[in-house]
Each structure stands twice: as structure tokens, then as C-alpha cells.
């Protein structure tokens, strides 16, 4: 199984056409499974509403959702260790972190630099690390 957590910069960058876009929804073509915390939805949403731009169903319909039963506490922490993300930036490193703990087999789909670096350090594979911002 092919799985990639999928952040919101990714799928922003998909829907609305930015620079590599194509890119993005290529590499992510090539994963089995997407998975995402429910952050991505109310982010997505409000890029949406931000954009004077009717949301569309299809955007997320690929995506299946992580709901932790738990706090991320101990997540959170062991990335804190790692450096700082921003809060949202957090929540979705730490979600796939508790969904899945061997992190080498689980890829993290992000545009963001820091992210990236740090789910990297973490052990997670980064597929789009050369069109990261």
C-alpha cells in the first residue's frame, strides 16, 4: 500500500492552480491512498470562501480522514523537539504521526519549507521537496 498524507498546501496548490499544480497532482497520482486530517477540510474551505469561490465536493472526495481518538500530546512534543512549526503546521505533522508511528512507509505532501524539513527530520518521505517554497 501506497499512502501519502496529504497538507492543505498541497491540495490549495491543486485547486486554485498555482505553480506547480501539475506537479503536485502527478506525484500525488502516483499514491494508492491519501490521508488527511479534518484540519484539511475547514482549511480548504476557507481558502475557498476567501477566493469568492464555490466550494467543490470533488476537492476532498479522494482523501480518507484520520480522527485521532486522543490528544496529540506526545506528538506534538516529539516535534517541538524536532523545531517550530506554526499551529495548524503542527496539527498535521502530529496526525500522521499517530496514524502512522513507522513514519518511512507513509509520505508527507506539503509545499511548506519548514514542514517539510521537519517531517523529513522526522522520518517521513517528502515527495515534493524539490517544488517546496
Not at 514542514?115 to 521537496?129: D, N, R, Y
Request: with cysteine.
Amino acid at each position: 500500500m501506497n499512502i501519502a498524507y496529504i497538507d492543505t498546501s498541497v491540495l490549495t496548490a491543486i485547486a486554485f492552480d498555482e505553480p506547480g499544480a501539475e506537479e503536485c497532482a502527478s506525484s500525488l497520482d502516483k499514491f494508492t491512498h491519501l490521508v488527511s486530517s479534518n484540519l484539511l477540510e475547514a482549511e480548504i474551505r476557507a481558502a475557498f470562501k476567501r477566493e469568492h469561490l464555490e466550494f467543490q465536493e470533488s476537492t476532498i472526495a479522494d482523501i480518507e480522514w484520520i480522527l485521532p481518538n486522543r490528544t496529540l500530546t506526545p506528538e506534538f512534543s516529539e516535534i517541538l523537539q524536532a523545531g517550530y512549526l506554526r499551529g495548524a503546521d503542527l496539527a498535521h505533522v502530529a496526525t500522521a504521526l499517530y496514524f502512522f508511528p513507522q513514519r518511512g512507509s507513509l509520505a508527507f505532501a506539503t509545499l511548506d519549507a519548514r514542514q517539510s524539513s521537519i517531517a523529513k527530520e522526522l522520518g517521513f518521505p517528502v515527495p515534493l521537496e524539490n517544488i517546496v517554497e
